[in-house]
């Protein structure tokens, strides 16, 4: 029966794992080569949110037009650095990421993928470098959207259309580290999972009231009997 299958959409950059930088610097790294500024993002809002979104702040910080030329530039030069910084730099899989894949992926009543503000080809750069990229079988990304928020609706359809079943929202279960990852569960009326792992605390997650909180996933009989 559907109603018998959950899916679980992961985010990536402090849930699954942390790249070490190697995305920030891709970021300043194609901004320079584009429009000749040396940018430190200080001013720029970057976990939870997602690469296109990320341009366009950057884009109006400098008073620079977003035409989707500048843009499309822009996100060339950033995936090209960071193809050549991801290896460079000593990042990690977050804790329990590995033993949870492995016991979700094989389970028929679950589905895994990912719901990231990632392009889809920074998604797989990532993912393939730390050995995750085939637990997956499809995700959202910001090619689809700059507002996270409208993100979940393209996994629902890229769902139904991959199982050819409709997955309820109580069934769709949300994975990230912040209160934006939180609130795209909430935008679909997914659950959503946080867990403190990426710069936000767990009283900073607890404030927007997740379904489930966890420290990190390494406690895998405790994170499965509560969500699987």
């Known amino acids: 029966m559907t109603t018998a299958h959950k899916l679980f959409l992961f985010d990536i950059d402090g849930t699954l794992l942390t790249s070490g930088g190697a995305g920030e610097r891709a970021l300043r790294l194609g901004f320079r080569d ?6 430190d993002l200080s001013s720029i809002e970057i ?3 997602t ?6 702040e950057m884009l109006a910080a400098h008073r620079l037009p977003a035409t989707p030329e500048n843009i499309a530039a822009f996100l060339d030069g950033y995936l090209h650095h960071l193809a050549q910084e991801i290896p460079r730099t000593p990042g990690r899989l977050l804790p329990g990421i590995l033993p949870l894949l492995d016991a979700l992926q094989p389970r028929a009543d679950i589905v895994l993928a990912l719901l990231t503000g990632n392009l889809a080809r920074g998604a797989e750069i990532k993912l393939r470098h730390y ?3 085939h637990y997956f079988e499809f995700g959202a990304f910001a090619d689809d959207h700059h507002d996270r928020n409208q993100l979940g609706p393209f996994a629902q359809a890229r769902a139904r259309a991959q199982r050819g079943i409709e997955f309820p929202p109580e069934r769709i279960f ?3 580290d912040t209160p934006h990852d939180i609130g795209c569960a909430r935008a679909i009326g997914a659950k959503a999972i946080a867990i403190a792992t990426g710069k936000f605390s767990q009283a900073d997650l607890a404030a927007h009231t997740p379904d489930f909180l966890f420290e990190d996933l390494g406690d895998l009989d405790a994170v499965l009997a509560a969500i699987a």
């Open 34 to 39: 584009r429009f000749g500024i040396d940018d």
């Open 47 to 49: 976990a939870g949110r």
């Open 51 to 56: 690469d296109s979104g990320i341009v366009r």
């Open 131 to 133: 050995g995750v990229w």
């Open 174 to 176: 949300v994975l990230g």
